[in-house]
C-alpha cells in the first residue's frame, strides 16, 4: 500500500503542474522519520533541521532521476545518512582543528539540552549511543528506533547483512553495559 | 513473526538489559516544526531553481553592459593610467641609488684570499706532520726497516752478497771456459771487435775482464 501511493507521488512529482503538491505530500510522508534519524545522529535541532533542508533538497533535484530499482523509503534514508556522515567528518576536522574531541563534543551538546536528565532512561541510552562510533551508531539507530530489516539497512549503508547484523550485536551490548554502569 | 516482534526477539537475545520497544524521543521540536517545514522548504527550492538563476542571468547581462559592475572605479583611471605608470617608471630609474661595487668586490677579493692562504697553510703544514705511511708505500717500508737495523748488520749483509756474487762469477768463468774450448781465440776477439763488445768490456770490473781472459 505505501509503495504505491509512492508511486503515485512519483507519477504526480513528474508532471510540472503537480511537482510542488506531491512534493509536499512526500515531505509530509516522510520528514518526522527523517528528522529522528538526522536528530539522533547529530543531537542538536539546528544542525538536525540544516541537514533534513539540504536532504530534501537534494531529494527535489533528484527525484526524477529515481529508479524504482529500490523503495523510495530506502533512497530517502541513504541520502539522509550519507548528509549526516559527512556533517559528522566535517564536525570532527574542525574538532581537530581546534585541538578539542568530536565524541565529547556530541556529548556535551546532549548535556547542553535544556531538558537533559541523566536518571531518566531515554536520555542515558541517548548518551549511550553518542558513545558509538558514528557508522556502529548509524545501524543501531535504524535497527533499534526504525526497526528497519536487515535486507533495506544493506541497501541504505551499501553493507552486507552479515556485517551490519554483527555491528548491531556489538552496538547493542556495548550500549547495555553503559547502562548498567551508569 | 512480524518484524517488530522479531527485533525485540533479536534485543532480547543480544541485550537483554536494553529496553524494548524503544522508549520515546526525548528531544524536544520547535513547536509547529513540520507543519511549517514543507513552506519553508518549497520556499527555498523556489529561490534556488528559479530566482537564483534569474537573477544569475540578470547580472550577467548587467555586467556586460557595464564591465565590472558593481565595482566602480575613479572618472578618467583608464585613461590616466598608462601616464601614471609612465612617470612612476621614469621617477623609479632616476632615484635608484647607487652602489658603490668596486668597494664591495675588494673587500670580497681580500676575503677569498684570505681564505685561500688560509686553506694552502693549514694544507702544507698537515702535509709536513703526517707520518709516512709504511704500510702502503714500499719505499717507506725499505727506509723503516733499514733504520731498524744496525749498521754492523747492514756491512755484513753487503759483505756476504759481494762473496756470494764471487762465487758467481767463479762458476761462470768455468762453464765459460768449458764453451769455448774448441774455439780459436783470435776468432773471439775478431767478433768481440766486430760487435764492439771488447771495448765495453775493458771498461767494466775485474771479473768481467777474467771471462774474457
Known amino acids: 500500500m505505501a509503495d504505491q501511493s509512492d508511486n503515485e507521488i512519483l507519477l504526480r512529482f513528474r508532471v510540472p503542474a503537480t511537482r510542488e503538491a506531491a512534493f509536499t505530500d512526500l515531505l509530509k510522508k516522510y520528514q518526522e522519520r527523517l528528522y529522528w534519524h538526522i536528530r539522533r545522529l547529530v543531537v542538536t535541532h539546528e544542525d538536525s533541521n540544516d541537514l533534513l533542508q539540504n536532504v530534501w533538497i537534494r531529494v527535489w533535484n533528484a527525484l526524477d532521476k529515481f529508479r524504482e530499482e529500490s523503495q523510495l523509503y530506502t533512497w530517502l534514508y541513504r541520502i539522509a545518512t550519507n548528509e549526516c556522515l559527512s556533517f559528522i567528518e566535517q564536525q570532527k576536522k574542525k574538532a581537530t582543528l581546534h585541538l578539542s574531541d568530536e565524541e565529547n563534543g556530541m556529548e556535551r551538546q546532549l548535556k547542553a539540552d535544556p531538558h537533559f536528565d541523566a536518571q531518566k532512561l531515554e536520555w542515558k541510552l541517548q548518551l549511550a549511543i553518542q558513545q558509538l562510533p558514528e557508522k556502529q551508531r548509524v545501524v543501531f539507530s535504524l535497527r533499534y528506533f526504525d526497526e528497519m530489516p536487515y535486507e533495506e539497512m544493506s541497501k541504505v549503508l551499501e553493507t552486507s547483512e552479515g556485517a551490519l547484523k554483527a555491528s548491531y550485536h556489538h552496538a547493542a551490548k556495548k550500549i547495555e553495559r553503559f547502562l548498567l554502569d551508569n | ?213
Open chain 2, 1 to 213: 513473526m512480524s518484524a517488530q516482534q522479531h527485533t525485540h526477539n533479536e534485543l532480547a537475545s543480544h541485550a537483554p538489559g536494553l529496553p524494548s520497544p524503544a522508549p520515546a524521543m526525548p528531544y524536544a521540536v520547535p513547536a509547529g516544526y513540520f507543519e511549517q517545514l514543507p513552506a519553508t522548504l518549497l520556499e527555498r527550492i523556489r529561490l534556488e531553481s528559479d530566482e537564483v538563476p534569474a537573477l544569475l542571468t540578470s547580472l550577467k547581462e548587467k555586467n556586460s553592459q557595464q564591465p565590472g559592475w558593481p565595482y566602480q572605479t575613479p572618472a578618467g583611471y583608464f585613461e590616466q593610467t598608462p601616464v601614471t605608470v609612465l612617470a612612476n617608471k621614469a621617477t623609479a630609474v632616476t632615484a635608484a641609488p647607487v652602489i658603490a661595487l668596486r668597494k664591495r668586490s675588494l673587500f670580497r677579493y681580500a676575503v677569498a684570499a684570505a681564505v685561500l692562504v688560509s686553506i694552502f697553510g693549514v694544507g702544507r703544514w698537515y702535509q709536513q706532520r703526517a707520518v709516512p705511511d709504511i704500510e702502503t708505500d714500499p719505499v717507506n717500508w725499505v727506509r723503516h726497516q733499514i733504520k731498524k737495523e744496525s749498521t754492523e748488520k747492514i756491512d755484513s749483509y753487503i759483505n756476504g752478497s759481494l762473496i756470494e756474487s764471487t762465487d758467481l762469477i767463479t762458476e761462470h768463468k768455468q762453464e765459460i771456459a768449458l764453451l769455448t774450448k774448441d774455439i780459436d781465440e783470435k776468432e773471439i776477439l775478431n767478433l768481440l771487435n766486430e760487435t764492439d763488445l771488447l771495448a765495453a768490456t775493458t771498461n767494466e770490473s775485474d771479473g768481467s775482464q777474467k771471462i774474457i781472459n
